[in-house]
């Protein structure tokens, strides 16, 4: 008040919450996304049926596949949920255990705001807390791993995959992941890379058994020659790309040609004609047996290329274009002027194409050192094929993140069990306030073994004051849960692993995001007019303050 009378700062509308309730509020949030995934977590996982406004669902307990298709009000429930993405763009797997754990760490720190303990004291012993698990991870609970052993890899691959819909085909799946992530591994200057998004295509088509899924080494793709008269099938094709027309150019700008006498127009239309002569000339000069291009091919030139038995697939999508380039060795060539002998691909040991139900699809096939491929996956129906693509694409990332960086840590909650006994040893040498947010979190780690026995339906209070009691005794490191029956094995003897790269990146993640929302203290969401109508009809835009220094 100023000399008695108010300072309006915010906009009338502005809603405005601050302090203590908005961190409570920010939790709940969290809780909340947490507990609707908590029952997709291990093989005896439930399934979530999403119906998108326009009608379709989506069936799956692919923890990124449900949070995408959520619609959420509340600030801090999207920034969880854009946590699921990271995790997914990043490792492609933990998607669930990332958003349950990143709910639990978040529950432990409602005690903490409720005795009035300052948010920035919880922070800091989180981060120092998080930099332990990471240590502690890397140098006592992972096992380096050879990649090069096929059985051990596939152990691994089975472990991600053993909470899946695809489990029953385990063994097929597992052999197409690792078939598929290896044949695209290219080493440049020592270092790997395995681009699985751009050259691993993944090729649905309903009908026929899930067993006749298969790895293709080369490229296949739905369509068809441009001229029944040309070749189907072809061995070692000499394959040239193109990313140009095979059509006569129109003008960049409009046109206009004035025609006097009935000749010239004849002249204009051979002119076109000589265009595209020019053209299939600079082609069949290289001797192809298969032209692919991304853009039209016109039927005058269909004609020439016939005449020379030369096969023509047009409008290929660029990705597969990219994809074939790989796969047989060749150059995409943007001008037909410019073609030389060693843009022509000579990688591919078969041209051929095949009809699959009511449609055609080509099959670039028996490449000599494809560094891409197609995974073909039949299934009964659109769903299941989508379900099982999901999986795939879990299963793949495994073997991609293994490897990378070939370390494993033990499944099934081991690892997190062993962490949290490592953080309680700690947390005994911490003096002052901070030690009990540290302990806190050493209790949160144990949700991830919490839930597994939860949702097989065991007694979690008894199983894990028996696993803790094991993981107290030394060397024990790798004692887990078996999510089937909620028993306590040890995964050395159980066989379930996982990457490094996937705990650690969940590790990371869920701390940092609880830490983000925790240092929350504003929530101002503003109310924006809409055409001069009511104000206060219109939705509310959130926004959030953020405030404390960076510990």
């Known amino acids: 008040m100023a000399g008695g009378v108010p300072i309006i700062v915010l906009n009338q509308n502005t809603k405005r919450e601050?302090?203590?309730?908005?961190?409570?509020?920010?939790?709940?949030?969290?809780?909340?996304?947490?507990?609707?995934?908590?029952?997709?977590?291990?093989p005896r996982s439930m399934l979530k049926m999403l119906m998108d406004p326009m009608g379709g669902i989506v069936m799956t307990n692919d923890g990124n596949a449900i949070l995408r298709e959520l619609n959420v009000q509340h600030p801090a429930a999207k920034s969880m949920i854009e946590v699921a993405r990271t995790q997914d763009e990043e490792t492609g797997d933990g998607t669930k255990s990332v958003i349950i754990l990143a709910g639990e760490v978040l529950a432990a720190a409602e005690q903490f705001i409720h005795q009035q303990m300052h948010p920035t004291i919880v922070i800091a012993a989180y981060r120092q807390a998080l930099e332990d698990i990471l240590d502690d991870l890397k140098n006592k609970v992972a096992v380096p791993v050879d990649i090069n052993n096929k059985e051990e890899m596939m152990k691994i691959v089975k472990s991600c995959l053993g909470t899946k819909f695809i489990s029953k085909w385990m063994d097929l799946a597992c052999n197409i992941a690792l078939e598929a992530t290896s044949t695209v591994q290219v080493l440049d200057n020592d270092k790997k890379e395995i681009d699985i998004k751009r050259y691993a295509k993944v090729e649905k088509i309903p009908g026929g058994l899930l067993e006749d899924s298969k790895v293709l080494k080369g490229v296949m793709f739905n369509k068809d020659i441009t001229h029944p008269k040309m070749r189907r099938r072809i061995e070692n094709p000499r394959i040239l790309l193109l990313d140009c027309n095979l059509e006569y150019k129109k003008g960049e700008s409009v046109t206009n040609i004035e025609i006097s006498k009935e000749e010239d127009f004849s002249k204009i239309l051979k002119l076109e004609e000589e265009f595209i002569e020019k053209v299939c000339k600079e082609i069949t000069a290289l001797k192809p047996d298969l032209v692919i291009t991304e853009k039209g091919v016109s039927d005058l030139a269909q004609h020439y290329l016939v005449k020379e038995n030369i096969s023509v697939i047009r409008r290929v999508r660029k990705s597969d274009n990219n994809r074939i380039a790989r796969a047989c060795g060749a150059t995409i060539a943007n001008r037909t002027d410019e073609l030389k002998e060693e843009d022509i691909g000579t990688g591919c040991g078969l041209f051929e194409i095949q009809k699959i139900g009511d449609e055609y699809y080509t099959f670039l096939t028996e490449c000599k050192n494809p560094k891409a491929c197609t995974i073909l996956l039949r299934g009964a129906s659109k769903d299941i094929l989508n379900e099982v693509e999901r999986n795939l694409q879990d299963a793949m990332n495994v073997a991609r993140n293994v490897m990378i960086d070939p370390f494993l840590v033990p499944g099934g909650g081991a690892s997190e069990m062993a962490i949290a006994q490592a953080l309680n040893e700690r947390a005994k040498s911490i003096t002052g306030v901070h030690q009990w947010p540290y302990r806190a979190i050493s209790r949160a780690l144990e949700v991830i073994p919490r839930t597994l026995i939860q949702n097989c339906g065991a007694n979690p209070i008894r199983t894990l004051t028996a696993i803790r009691a094991k993981h107290a005794q030394a060397n024990s490191s790798t004692w887990g849960i078996d999510g089937n029956t909620g028993n306590i094995v040890d995964m050395k003897v159980f066989g379930v692993w996982e990457?490094?790269?996937?705990?650690?990146?969940?590790?990371?993640?869920?701390?940092?995001?609880?830490?983000?929302?925790l240092r929350i203290d504003d929530i101002v969401s503003g109310v924006k007019?809409?055409?001069?109508?009511?104000?206060?009809s219109a939705p509310p835009q959130g926004a959030q303050a953020s405030e404390g220094p960076e510990q």
């Open 18 to 42: 601050s302090g203590r309730k908005v961190q409570i509020g920010n939790i709940e949030a969290g809780k909340t996304v947490a507990d609707i995934i908590r029952t997709c977590l291990g």
């Open 499 to 517: 990457p490094i790269a996937v705990k650690q990146q969940v590790f990371k993640t869920a701390i940092e995001t609880a830490i983000l929302l």
């Open 529 to 536: 007019k809409q055409g001069g109508g009511d104000a206060a």
